[in-house]
């Protein structure tokens, strides 16, 4: 076969006909299993942000996703009899490079954080993605809601050097996730 624009040009077609063919092909299972992963991940992180609860109840908004499906206020955190003992939230906030999705705990007294779990952001390698290590998610485990704020500001968190964007982008999606669950739960 000669390499007459016509032939090139049916070439590239079976080419490209074959690699959609061969990407459909593996992005449904991926996709599945990628859903079943981000799940895990969530279930971990509300056992981290809410440890005292055995079992976690989604409470469903108004709104449906792309999918279709309700869309998730917040979670209540329940004890083995079945008593709430707290609430977990996500909110998503701008951050300094783009979105973070934060996943924080607050009792059921509205009084205490009790924890914070980062699930998804693109801050500065080595600055604002610092966000996510043990050290400073480790200053909202038990911190009275009173204090959270920066210390800078008057409260007990420590921003992250060179990254006052990103640590303010925790506190203020906290404050936002706690102001949420109060306004519904009342």
Known sequence: MKNTPVNIILKMIVLSALAAILLAATFVPTDAQLKILQQQQEEEALKAVLPSADSFERVYGDQVDADGNPVVLYFRGLDASGNIVGYAFKTTQP?????????????????TV??????????????????????????????????????????????????????????????MGIDDVRAVEG
């Open 95 to 111: 951050g300094a490079q783009g979105l973070v999705q934060i996943l924080g705990g607050v009792s059921s007294d509205y009084k």
């Open 114 to 175: 009790t924890g914070m779990e980062v699930m998804s952001h693109s801050e500065t390698p080595g600055l604002g993605s610092k966000i996510t290590e043990p050290a400073f998610k480790s200053q909202f485990v038990d911190l009275p809601v009173a204090d959270l704020s920066l210390s800078s500001a008057g409260g007990k968190v420590d921003a992250i050097s060179g990254a006052t964007i990103s640590s303010t982008t925790v506190v203020n999606s906290l404050h």
